[in-house]
C-alpha cells in the first residue's frame, strides 16, 4: 500500500516549538511514547493552521511504499 508524505517546513517556529517541548519531556522517554504517532497527530493538524507548512508541504509530497 501506497501512502502521501507531506512535510512540514523545518524552519517553522510552531514545528521547533513543538518538538523541543516533546523531547525535553522527561515523561515522554520514560513511559515509551510512540514519539512518530504523536508527531504525526500534530503535522496533520498543524498543516491546516499554518500557511508556511502547507506551501512547504506541496511541492515536498512524497511517495512511501
Known amino acids: ?3 502521501w508524505h507531506t512535510p512540514l517546513d523545518p524552519d517553522c517556529p510552531a514545528l521547533a516549538e ?10 515522554t522517554e520514560a513511559m515509551g511514547a ?9 503535522a496533520r493538524r498543524h498543516r491546516v493552521t499554518c ?4 506551501e512547504y ?7 512511501l511504499h
Open 51 to 54: 500557511e508556511r507548512c502547507w
Open 34 to 42: 510512540p514519539v512518530h504517532e504523536f508527531i504525526e497527530a500534530f
Open 1 to 3: 500500500m501506497r501512502r
Open 18 to 27: 513543538y518538538l523541543s517541548g516533546l523531547f525535553e519531556d522527561p515523561m
Open 57 to 63: 508541504s506541496a511541492p515536498n509530497i512524497e511517495v
